[in-house]
């Protein structure tokens, strides 16, 4: 378990990736959308799991999921 603060940080930098993120789409810097939305995701499942709130964390590992397959799929196929 890790503590509050260090929780808070995370999540503030979680917000700082999901704007990144929202830039990234807005101006169409592929693959830049998926490498910035992938540890995003992977924050917040890490959180929810601190919390055990299940909707939030199967929501982002499908996410997280789907954009591991599309940066694979970017790099290798």
């Keep these: 378990m ?3 603060k260090a929780e808070k940080h995370l999540k503030q930098f979680a ?3 999901g704007m990144l993120s929202a830039l990234a ?3 169409d810097w592929y693959p830049y959308t998926m490498l910035i939305s ?3 995701c992977l924050i917040w499942i890490y959180c929810a799991w ?3 709130e299940p909707q939030l964390k199967w ?3 499908i996410f ?3 954009y591991a397959y599309g940066i ?3 790099y290798w196929f």
Aim: charged share 10%; glycine share 0%; net charge neutral.
């Design 38 to 40: 992938f540890p995003f």
């Design 59 to 61: 929501i982002n590992i």
């Design 50 to 52: 601190l919390h055990t």
């Design 15 to 17: 917000l700082m990736l």
């Design 72 to 74: 694979a799929r970017y």
């Design 25 to 27: 789409v807005i101006f």
């Design 64 to 66: 997280s999921c789907l």
């Design 2 to 4: 890790i503590s509050e």
